[in-house]
């Protein structure tokens, strides 16, 4: 009896992700353009010329801080003359013992190519009983993240910095961290104790970790570590996801 009931609430479970895939997924496709490209609507088209299709920020504002992660994103935000053209790109550089945490692509899968390695990378078949696939890459491997599904990057070196570079089938593929979704956002401490199966200290401590950092230099263009967790603390993070998509309660 006991076997049934932890089968069905596995079936449960991973049926809430699978739909909730489905949900972030609908209608993600940028949309289809008339022109061979779109022009903002703040320029004028008379004015357009080679340094509209050009972009120079994509590694020179990657500092590299071998301290943190740090993501430099080329997206049609970033970078206009994306719009429409169904597709972006991002630098990433590892500091020793960072990850790049739990998250999703709701818009776009994402290739991602080291240049720099080792770099340990997964991702989760929720289709699958929440199978993860995990592999060290090496540079000069590939590696690519089905749109929609969780997925991760962790340099476990001591002293070495990792480097990749991703190019995804959007030109705004979305992040979805699941740290930030969970223990970053105002949902209720009670909920989130019954729906991970753990306790107040640990729910106060993972807040404490997605809260936003203490005002500071400013860090520049691009995006750095305070998201990555250390690897203890996105450990028990994963942990507690895969149990609650396993042990979920209604």
């Given at each position: 009896?006991?076997?049934?009931?932890?089968?069905?609430?596995?079936?449960?479970?991973?049926?809430?992700?699978?739909?909730?895939?489905?949900?972030?997924?609908?209608?993600?496709?940028?949309?289809?353009?008339?022109?061979?490209?779109?022009?903002?609507?703040?320029?004028?088209?008379?004015?357009?010329?080679?340094?509209?299709?050009?972009?120079?920020?994509?590694?020179?504002?990657?500092?590299?801080?071998?301290?943190?992660?740090?993501?430099?994103?080329?997206?049609?935000?970033?970078?206009?003359?994306?719009?429409?053209?169904?597709?972006?790109?991002?630098?990433?550089?590892?500091?020793?013992?960072?990850?790049?945490?739990?998250?999703?692509?709701?818009?776009?899968?994402?290739?991602?190519?080291?240049?720099?390695?080792?770099?340990?990378?997964?991702?989760?078949?929720?289709?699958?009983?929440?199978?993860?696939?995990?592999?060290?890459?090496?540079?000069?491997?590939?590696?690519v993240f089905p749109k929609g599904m969780v997925?991760?990057?962790?340099?476990?070196?001591?002293?070495?910095?990792?480097?990749?570079?991703?190019?995804?089938?959007?030109?705004?593929?979305?992040?979805?961290?699941?740290?930030?979704?969970?223990?970053?956002?105002?949902?209720?401490?009670?909920?989130?104790?019954?729906?991970?199966?753990?306790?107040?200290?640990?729910?106060?401590?993972?807040?404490?970790?997605?809260?936003?950092?203490?005002?500071?230099?400013?860090?520049?263009?691009?995006?750095?570590?305070?998201?990555?967790?250390?690897?203890?603390?996105?450990?028990?993070?994963?942990?507690?996801?895969?149990?609650?998509?396993?042990?979920?309660?209604?």
């Amino acid at each position: 009896m006991m076997k049934m009931m932890m089968s069905s609430r596995s079936s449960v479970s991973l049926g809430v992700l699978l739909l909730l895939a489905v949900i972030l997924s609908a209608g993600a496709a940028d949309p289809d353009i008339l022109t061979d490209f779109v022009v903002p609507s703040d320029t004028d088209p008379s004015g357009i010329d080679g340094a509209f299709f050009t972009y120079k920020n994509l590694v020179t504002g990657n500092s590299g801080d071998p301290a943190k992660l740090t993501v430099t994103k080329a997206t049609h935000a970033e970078f206009p003359a994306l719009l429409g053209q169904s597709v972006s790109y991002a630098a990433l550089v590892f500091g020793a013992g960072t990850v790049n945490p739990p998250h999703i692509h709701p818009r776009a899968s994402e290739l991602l190519v080291v240049v720099q390695g080792p770099l340990l990378v997964g991702l989760v078949d929720a289709a699958r009983n929440g199978t993860v696939y995990t592999q060290t890459l090496q540079t000069g491997d590939m590696f690519v993240f089905p749109k929609g599904m969780v997925h991760f990057q962790f340099n476990n070196g001591t002293d070495v910095v990792a480097r990749a570079f991703s190019a995804f089938g959007s030109a705004s593929p979305g992040t979805i961290s699941l740290p930030a979704a969970l223990f970053g956002s105002g949902i209720d401490d009670t909920i989130l104790d019954k729906s991970m199966h753990t306790d107040q200290a640990t729910v106060d401590q993972l807040k404490q970790d997605q809260a936003p950092p203490s005002p500071g230099p400013s860090p520049g263009s691009s995006s750095s570590a305070a998201a990555a967790l250390l690897p203890s603390r996105w450990a028990i993070t994963l942990l507690l996801c895969f149990a609650a998509s396993y042990y979920f309660y209604f």
